[in-house]
């Protein structure tokens, strides 16, 4: 089945065009990898998938119905979630009030009286005690009470994605989140991005450390100056001299 589909999808922005008719297919349960210089259109991509940019022209489809336009608490609802690739958390929340703020998007409870109450709600209990599975998940159990701002950087990432997994989401996409990761810690978050797969979810990674994309994606899509140039397995994208040559230009 297909998840998401993006179809000769464009976003301009003025003058500029950061997303140029781009298609994309997800499959159920699949890890697409979107990959492309700085400034390639991914983030843009991300953007418009969750309802912050409305695309230009075509057409993105979340589990066969249009979503153009839809505004993110509703895309939230509907199954989407995401991390950024510039950590967005309540620093100065604990790390377990955090992932509940994500359990939240999804219930009718209100999220100020959630976090000043005693949780004497069934709902309450239940949406803690879901966060607290989220954060064992990915390796945060023992920092529930910190305020978030004081984990390491490796730590809010996963941190960011404990929160995105509490919305209960169909499908993923996750925003460089190796970026500011040491090699251990990269190879750990491949490990509990495999497990999130595992667990039925449908993942699009957008992410620099070529091992970890090479490692962990079915298919691999990749960008350069709005355009999709290739779209293929890790092995077949490695091979490809179009890939290779819009890389070096990069370094170049
Ligand atoms: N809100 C915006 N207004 C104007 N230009 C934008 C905006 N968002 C992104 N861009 C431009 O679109 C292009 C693609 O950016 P982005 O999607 O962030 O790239 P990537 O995530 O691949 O590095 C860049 O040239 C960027 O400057
Ligand atoms: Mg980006």
């Known amino acids: 089945m297909v998840v998401l589909e993006l179809n000769e999808v464009t976003m301009r922005f003025g003058g500029l065009t950061a ?5 994309l297919l997800l499959n159920e349960n699949e890890i697409l990898g ?17 309802g912050i940019y409305t695309p230009s022209a075509g057409k993105i489809l979340f589990q066969g119905k249009e979503i153009n336009g839809l505004k993110s608490y509703l895309l939230t609802r509907k199954g989407i979630a995401r991390t950024f690739q510039n950590i967005r ?7 377990l009030d955090n992932v509940k703020i994500g359990g939240h998007v999804r219930s009718k409870g209100n999220l100020f009286g959630a976090l000043t109450r005693l949780p004497a709600m069934a709902e309450e209990r239940r949406i803690a005690e879901k966060a607290r599975s989220f954060l064992a998940f990915m390796g945060l159990a023992a920092k529930e009470q910190e305020l978030a701002r004081n ?11 404990a929160r995105a997994m509490a919305s209960d989401p169909t499908l993923l996409l996750l925003d460089e989140p190796a970026a500011g990761m040491n090699p251990q810690e990269t190879m750990a978050l491949m490990e509990m991005i495999r497990r999130i797969r595992d667990k039925g979810l449908t993942i699009l990674l957008v992410e620099h450390d ?15 100056y709005g355009e999709k140039i290739a779209d ?8 490809n001299q179009r890939v290779i040559a819009a890389y070096l230009g990069e370094a170049g």
């Open 19 to 23: 997303v140029n008719r781009v298609n």
């Open 232 to 239: 293929g397995t890790p092995k077949e994208i490695q091979s």
């Open 89 to 95: 958390l309540f620093g100065e929340l604990t790390v």
């Open 34 to 50: 979107l990959i492309g210089p700085n400034g390639a259109g991914k983030t843009t991509i991300f953007n418009m998938i969750t």
């Open 151 to 161: 984990l390491s950087y490796g730590e809010q990432r996963r941190l960011e994605i």
């Open 210 to 224: 070529m091992k970890l994309v090479m490692g962990i994606c079915d298919r691999v899509a990749v960008l350069d």
